[in-house]
């Protein structure tokens, strides 16, 4: 079976490491490399939670680390949602080696010309680094298969703002870059996401298992559930791991092609994934919409990855 090569760009944040530890567990997937933007926290701390979260794993691709603000905005982080380091709940030490150099557009556009086969992006923060991508480096294109994000929402409102996601409203000029590029997009919105949960007993289930990764999985899921708890979820909403889900398993999903659009204007909007619904609409849809998820079998498929480190 022929693995199908990858890039994530993350912000760790709790849902990306837990992206990251089904990424590294699933046999279809070649991680060539792992980017990181602000978002969650600032730059240096997602980057400092990447590289724990991949010593953790004993995974060890190249690491860059992209953009500590938006393309035209200042940054805005999630510290309610993540805590104080972005990762607060495990204490994961710090691996013995460092970040290349070069900046994360830069190694994404050698990997993605080098590359025979073309290349998926999976951005599950900020569109930052891959706004700055396309604009520096627009050749890229042509050897990208699919951009499988998490961010945005259809028909399920904002989670930062009443209209707008926290991924799409850090940096909504950048993903209007994204959605605008011709790139093949599968979106992982708070459609999906808001019923991609992790319960409880599925919780326990994780804890029970032996070894440092489905300890620090249920030591994030622990943290970072406080706060969707006290918003009456029933369980932990695995927004990133859906994006790498949608790569690796997409026969979990019900998704619909749609035409949809970032609005970076306005005054309580910005940053809304406007979906064209109209079943009239002459708009070419450029985007898989992600509307539903056989949440048991992803469950399942999130258990055994952790398995796959025990
Ligand atoms: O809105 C959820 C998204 O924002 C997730 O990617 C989470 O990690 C935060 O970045
Ligand atoms: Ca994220």
Same mark, same amino acid.
């Given at each position: 079976?022929?693995?199908?090569?990858?890039?994530? #760009?993350? /912000?760790?944040? &709790?849902?990306?490491?837990?992206?990251?530890?089904?990424?590294?567990?699933?046999?279809?997937? #070649?991680?060539? +490399?792992?980017?990181?933007?602000?978002?969650?926290?600032?730059? %240096?701390?997602?980057?400092?939670? %990447?590289?724990?979260?991949?010593?953790?794993? $004993?995974?060890?691709?190249?690491?860059?680390?992209?953009?500590?603000?938006?393309? !035209?905005?200042?940054?805005?982080? =999630?510290?309610?949602? &993540?805590?104080?380091?972005?990762?607060? $709940?495990? *204490?994961?030490?710090?691996?013995?080696?460092?970040?290349?150099?070069?900046?994360?557009?830069?190694?994404?556009?050698?990997?993605?010309?080098?590359?025979?086969?073309?290349?998926?992006? @999976?951005?599950?923060?900020?569109?930052?680094?891959? $706004?700055?991508? !396309?604009?520096?480096?627009?050749?890229?294109?042509?050897? @990208?298969?699919?951009?499988?994000?998490?961010?945005?929402?259809?028909? =399920?409102?904002?989670?930062?703002?009443?209209? +707008?996601?926290? *991924?799409?409203?850090?940096?909504?000029?950048? %993903?209007?870059?994204?959605?605008?590029?011709?790139?093949?997009?599968?979106?992982?919105?708070?459609?999906?996401?808001?019923?991609?949960?992790?319960?409880?007993?599925?919780?326990?289930?994780?804890?029970?298992?032996?070894?440092?990764?489905?300890?620090?999985?249920?030591?994030? @899921?622990?943290?970072?559930?406080?706060?969707?708890?006290?918003?009456?979820?029933?369980?932990?909403?695995?927004?990133?791991?859906?994006?790498?889900?949608?790569?690796?398993?997409?026969?979990?999903?019900?998704?619909? /092609?749609?035409?949809?659009?970032?609005?970076?204007?306005?005054? &309580?909007?910005?940053?809304?994934?406007?979906?064209?619904?109209?079943?009239?609409?002459?708009?070419?849809? *450029?985007?898989?919409?992600?509307?539903?998820? #056989?949440?048991?079998?992803?469950?399942?498929?999130?258990?055994?990855?952790?398995?796959?480190? &025990?």
């Amino acid at each position: 079976m022929q693995k199908i090569p990858v890039i994530i #760009d993350c /912000d760790p944040g &709790h849902d990306d490491a837990i992206a990251l530890v089904l990424a590294f567990a699933t046999e279809k997937l #070649d991680i060539k +490399a792992v980017t990181v933007t602000g978002g969650n926290q600032t730059l %240096a701390k997602t980057l400092r939670n %990447a590289k724990k979260v991949l010593c953790c794993l $004993g995974k060890q691709p190249p690491v860059a680390a992209g953009a500590d603000k938006p393309m !035209f905005r200042d940054l805005e982080i =999630a510290a309610e949602v &993540h805590g104080e380091s972005g990762l607060d $709940g495990p *204490n994961l030490p710090d691996p013995p080696w460092e970040e290349l150099p070069m900046p994360a557009w830069e190694l994404s556009r050698d990997i993605i010309l080098q590359s025979r086969q073309p290349v998926t992006l @999976i951005p599950t923060g900020p569109l930052t680094n891959i $706004g700055i991508l !396309f604009t520096a480096y627009p050749e890229v294109k042509r050897n @990208i298969a699919r951009i499988s994000l998490m961010g945005g929402s259809v028909m =399920a409102g904002g989670n930062w703002s009443a209209a +707008a996601e926290f *991924n799409i409203l850090v940096d909504p000029e950048a %993903a209007d870059i994204v959605f605008r590029s011709g790139v093949p997009i599968t979106m992982s919105g708070l459609d999906v996401t808001h019923k991609a949960l992790i319960l409880p007993e599925e919780l326990e289930s994780i804890r029970a298992l032996q070894g440092p990764v489905p300890r620090m999985v249920a030591e994030l @899921i622990d943290f970072y559930y406080k706060y969707h708890a006290a918003q009456g979820f029933p369980g932990a909403p695995m927004h990133d791991p859906c994006a790498v889900a949608a790569v690796a398993a997409p026969e979990l999903f019900t998704m619909r /092609d749609m035409r949809v659009d970032i609005e970076t204007k306005g005054a &309580h909007t910005t940053g809304m994934t406007l979906a064209d619904i109209r079943s009239w609409s002459d708009a070419k849809p *450029n985007v898989s919409v992600c509307l539903d998820i #056989d949440r048991p079998a992803f469950a399942r498929m999130l258990i055994s990855a952790c398995k796959n480190y &025990h």
